[in-house]
């Protein structure tokens, strides 16, 4: 999606850093409890100093609606994480995103256009009574709102098990058992290999695989759905076969760790424990000692024993962060060549001070709102996924 974030004036991007931290401070302190910042865990070290709260992207949006004296919230990570953080908080509070072009590429791989016409085509071949649609957190909130109005849910990559598992019970969804008082006419009626719940999942097609391979279900159950093919590039009774259509999305930070990786740090330290993000490809996951979210990855990097080397499979800046933090273990990136998430890496203290001063003067700058019927819909999807996880 584009986004147009207009140049700073050239007393921020002149400005020393030393000179933007006394900045930030001062607004800061001038704010007080009427400002809150967010810094996501994949933030630079001169930004992430500032945050109140470091997190996750829904942990943080969770904490944002809590803080119910902060006028203005901060958002130092992505837009869509802003957005979450919008339909959470109430309507006194004003989300901000310090660079508008603080994107995220993996939501951009999903638009609602393509979705809906990808949903309307899966109806043309099967029932979509059958058909969850699942959005990891990371996408847009217009996406978030279709599944809330098609009874599907929000994920993230701590409770996607738990949500598949319930988009895949049929007892979890009155509606899946078809018009009241036909239950059983009705799912007889219906061929044998479209009986069972399917779920659509989008954007990240690794996240949804390796969810799926833990749950017990093998490559021949998936199929990967290609937004730019008709039906997703897929024949009619690759989707009456199918459990989990992938959306054909991915990170390219984490889809960046190969096997290859994995083996040559292994060959180097054979006692060492290898930790990755689920939105890595399932052949690394297979190899990891251990998968999960970036509040997961912290907190096995404190569980191993002291003296353990660690590979980490995430953003740089996270990983760099936990090697500073636990001095008595060696935490290293599995890619050691990997690069930063580019569109995290957009917030920086210019626009940090940029924003903090604007509010000072009484000017809400990039300030992210999701209309209200947008919001309601997507709520819904989000209590939903809060209800089951
Ligand atoms: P978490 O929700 O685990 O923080 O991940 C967000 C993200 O963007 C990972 O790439
Ligand atoms: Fe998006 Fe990947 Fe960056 Fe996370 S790391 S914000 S999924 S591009």
Not at 249 to 258: T, Y
Not at 322 to 334: I, Q
């Amino acid at each position: 999606m584009f986004r147009l974030q207009p140049p700073l004036p050239d007393d921020f991007t002149t400005a020393t850093s030393d000179e933007l931290v006394t900045r930030v401070t001062t607004a800061r302190s001038r704010l007080g409890k009427r400002l809150v910042i967010l810094g996501h865990h994949y933030q630079r070290e001169e930004v992430i100093q500032f945050a109140d709260k470091r997190g996750d992207s829904l942990g943080l949006s969770r904490f944002a609606a809590d803080q119910h004296d902060a006028e203005f919230v901060v958002f130092c990570g992505v837009h869509f994480m802003a957005e979450s953080a919008d339909i959470l908080t109430g309507p006194r509070q004003k989300v901000i995103l310090p660079d508008l072009n603080a994107g995220c590429s993996m939501a951009d791989m999903a638009n609602l256009d393509d979705v809906a016409q990808i949903w309307n085509e899966l109806g043309e071949v099967t029932d979509l009574k059958a058909i969850v649609p699942i959005t990891y957190v990371n996408s847009a909130a217009v996406l978030k709102a279709f599944v809330g109005r098609n009874s599907g849910a929000v994920c993230t990559s701590t409770n996607a098990r738990a949500v598949l598992t319930w988009a895949l019970d049929r007892d979890a969804h009155g509606r899946k058992d078809g018009p009241a008082g036909a239950s059983g006419l009705w799912a007889e009626s219906r061929g044998a290999q479209d009986r069972s719940n399917k779920v659509l999942f989008f954007p990240d097609q690794h996240l949804g695989r390796n969810t799926g391979f833990q749950l017990g279900y093998g490559p021949s159950d998936m199929q990967v759905v290609d937004p730019r093919r008709r039906l997703g590039g897929l024949a009619d009774t690759d989707v009456k076969e199918a459990t989990f259509l992938l959306w054909k999305g991915h990170c390219s930070v984490h889809q960046r760790f190969r096997t290859e990786h994995v083996e040559a740090f292994r060959s180097r330290h054979p006692d060492g424990i290898v930790i990755v993000h689920p939105e890595c490809s399932h052949e690394v996951v297979e190899l990891a000692d251990e998968v999960g979210s970036t509040d997961y990855i912290i907190g096995a990097v404190s569980r191993a024993p002291a003296g353990s080397t660690i590979a980490v499979g995430t953003e740089i800046h996270l990983v760099d962060r936990l090697a500073r933090e636990n001095p008595d273990r060696t935490v290293l990136s599995l890619d050691p060549l990997v690069c930063p998430c580019s569109t995290m890496f957009r917030i920086d203290l210019p626009h940090l001070a940029w924003v903090l001063e604007g509010l000072v003067a009484g000017e809400v700058r990039n300030r992210i709102t999701v209309d209200e019927k947008t919001a309601a819909d997507a709520r819904v999807a989000l209590e939903r996924m809060l209800a089951i996880a």
